[in-house]
């Protein structure tokens, strides 16, 4: 019985080595970035709308906890039906990250001046770019208020880089290459996109000036 009894500790043992490093492998990704915005008629939200993880494992499994924040002064609650996975980026070579996000904690409703949370986890694979190994998740909460029964959707992103990885195409206003959100020409239209060419808005040089 002695021996059995030892016999039973090691294998215990054992088990606890080999099932570790399962979990070790998920890495919890902290948000970097909040979004405020008007999400129905007198409905203002504030969300975790940015994560990061750095030195991601290829492939791997990935968490996220959401803080969402309805505003004092709106007009309703809210509630947070379900989760997308909209789509993933970075392309080279028309390949796509491939990943899964599975939310825990849905529904949730959120009365105005209060916050709530809920997780999001899954699997990713990274794809080798010019600037390291990257994946990009763009993420859609949807919800819709509770009297107004208006929809919305909130924009979450989660990026994943490999070691190495770097950002050498971030410009002054630290948007990342693929990471969602309006083009850096979203001021304005690109250049050439419309009204007339350059040069176009004055006479030809050879006219004579009056």
Not at 81 to 96: C, E, F, V
Not at 115 to 126: A, V
């Amino acid at each position: 019985m002695f021996r059995l009894g030892i016999a039973i500790l090691i294998v215990t043992a054992l088990v606890g080595v080999f099932t570790a490093p399962a979990f070790a492998q998920t890495r919890v990704c902290e948000p970097v970035r909040q979004e405020t915005k008007i999400v129905t008629r007198g409905v203002t939200l504030t969300w975790d709308s940015r994560f990061w993880c750095d030195n991601a494992l290829d492939p791997g499994d990935y968490e996220i906890r959401v803080t969402i924040t309805n505003h004092a002064g709106s007009a309703e609650a809210v509630r947070i039906d379900h989760l997308q996975l909209s789509h993933t980026t970075p392309r080279p070579r028309r390949q796509a990250p491939a990943a899964t996000a599975v939310a825990s904690g849905l529904p949730l409703v959120i009365g105005p001046g209060e916050s709530g949370s809920f997780s999001i986890r899954g699997t990713y694979n990274l794809v080798l770019t010019g600037e390291g190994k990257k994946a990009n998740l763009h993420l859609r909460a949807v919800g819709r208020g509770i009297t107004s029964a208006a929809p919305f959707r909130l924009g979450i992103n989660v990026h994943l880089r490999g070691p190495g990885a770097v950002e050498e195409n971030a410009g002054a206003s630290g948007r990342l290459p693929g990471a969602g959100g309006p083009p850096p020409w979203a001021g304005g239209p690109p250049p050439g996109a419309g009204g007339l060419p350059p040069g176009a808005g004055g006479p030809p040089p050879w006219v004579p000036r009056p």
